[in-house]
């Protein structure tokens, strides 16, 4: 009964909130910003934010970076207030904020009887990407893979918004057998996979240069795109304007079948790169990318390896 309160109340907050017009949100967000900017310790992961950026980019000027710092500020305020937004928008008014571009390369596969996985980032507007089933047919099932918050409310509350205008949310651990079980039942689908996050060390499989730094990656979706022969797209979310975006439908892979191991994943990593270097700012710079190192995973392993090694001795 709490937790059921406790979500209708913080719905009920957002839902009353996204009523605001959103001019007067990017008002708000640039308030917040130049404040974060009088009161450092107001910024959100203020320290995580300026090492990634001074590692990522180490040619820019300190004046550079302090420019890129408050402009991802700035777009960090307007991403979680166009969030909000989209919590009482029609489909009609989202479509006029975010524009989905090259959707002829999903009914290419569909008219093969094939389905997609799209690879994304958090760049740009990711969370106005759930509106993709407004400009599909309706046969189609759009899904986006997520990760379950621990804070319950948040999660369900995150849910909702993110499933209003019709697509399905699939938790990561579920990822596969949910997939698998609409190719059973003959449905096809596209399925969202924002592939930037940081692994567990026990799941780095793969390690690339991004951004200027070694960097694992997870490869769980390159081998369910293997294991369900599925087409593979780079949905790239770029900003045009505040408050307006597109999302570019690129083709990568129409086929998976004979592909070198990782090079899914490396051809993401490069595509990626590129469109974090073309607008810096609208990537999510607050996010503690590289808290795995390559000096820790060699560590991680070489424990691993003499923990097996006591273990069979034991045995």
């Known amino acids: ?67 890129l710092e408050f402009n991802f ?6 991403m979680a207030f166009e969030s909000i937004k989209a919590c009482s928008m029609s489909a009609r008014w989202m479509k006029r904020h975010i524009e989905f571009v090259g959707l002829e390369h999903f009914y290419k596969q569909f008219e093969q009887g094939r389905s997609v996985m799209a690879y994304m980032g958090h760049t740009g507007n990711w969370e106005w990407v759930s509106t993709l089933p407004t400009q599909l047919k309706p046969q189609y099932i759009v899904s986006q ?24 949310s699939i938790p990561m651990e579920r990822t596969l057998r949910q997939l698998l079980t609409f190719k059973q039942e003959g449905k096809q689908f596209v399925v969202g996979m924002i592939a930037d996050q940081v692994p567990l060390m026990r799941n780095i499989h793969y390690w690339s240069q991004f951004m200027n730094q070694k960097t694992p990656f997870f490869t769980g979706a390159e081998r369910i795109a293997k294991k369900l022969d599925l087409a593979i797209i780079y949905a790239e979310v770029v900003r045009v304007k505040r408050g307006y975006y597109q999302c570019i439908m690129h083709p990568m892979f129409e086929s998976t079948e004979n592909l070198p191991e990782f090079a899914i994943t490396e051809e993401y990593i490069r595509r990626l790169e590129k469109t974090i270097q073309n607008d810096p700012a609208v990537w999510l710079w607050s996010h503690n990318r590289w808290k795995r190192t390559w000096e820790g995973y ?18």
């Open 73 to 78: 500020y700035r777009f960090f305020f307007d």
């Open 145 to 168: 893979v997520y990760h379950v918050l621990e804070n319950e409310t948040m999660n369900s509350v995150i849910l909702k918004i993110r499933e209003a205008y019709g697509s399905v």
């Open 1 to 67: 009964m709490i937790k059921k309160i406790s979500f209708f109340l913080t719905y009920g907050i957002i839902k009353i909130l996204s009523l605001i017009p959103l001019c007067l949100m990017h008002l708000l967000s640039d308030i917040l910003t130049i404040l974060c900017f009088i009161i450092p310790p107001l910024r959100y992961r203020k320290k995580v934010v300026q090492k990634n950026l001074r590692a990522s980019f180490p040619e820019k000027s300190k004046k550079e970076l302090r420019i």
């Open 298 to 315: 060699q560590k991680y392993l070489k424990y691993m390896k003499e923990k097996h090694q006591r273990a069979s001795k034991s045995s």
